[in-house]
Nanobody, 118 residues
Framework: QVQLVESGGGLVQAGGSLRLSCTASASAVSIRAMGWYRQAPGKQRELVARITTHGEVTYADSVRGRFTVSRDNAESTVNLQMNSLKPEDTAVYYC????????????WGQGTQVTVSS
């Protein structure tokens, strides 16, 4: 079982920046990928950014060029630097960690609210 502890988030004006951090209880060896998802009211949870142990990165089209995901394998930590925030980025952001050869085991943080005012 992997426990994820998130920090960051909050309220920011459009055009501002926020940084989210997430630390996993499991060792970096067992975690193959970490990332961030978000869920806005009335919408499905969606991928924001994901990074594998080998540094392969995936971004949602809506955040590419504005958000940067990074990972410290030694600390089992994943960060999300969010710049040029827009009101449509408002959502609950969830940290995710994946284990297994097929990334089939998923673990989630409790979620942190990000609100961008116009």
């Amino acid at each position: 079982q992997v426990q994820l502890v998130e920090s960051g988030g909050g309220l920011v004006q459009a055009g501002g920046s926020l940084r989210l951090s997430c630390t996993a209880s499991a060792s970096a060896v067992s975690i193959r990928a970490m990332g961030w998802y978000r869920q806005a009211p009335g919408k499905q949870r969606e991928l924001v950014a994901r990074i594998t142990t080998h540094g392969e990165v995936t971004y949602a089209d809506s955040v590419r060029g504005r958000f940067t995901v990074s990972r410290d394998n030694a600390e089992s930590t994943v960060n999300l630097q969010m710049n040029s925030l827009k009101p449509e980025d408002t959502a609950v952001y969830y940290c995710n960690a994946q284990q297994g050869l097929s990334y089939q085991f998923n673990f989630w943080g409790q979620g942190t609210q990000v609100t961008v005012s116009s």
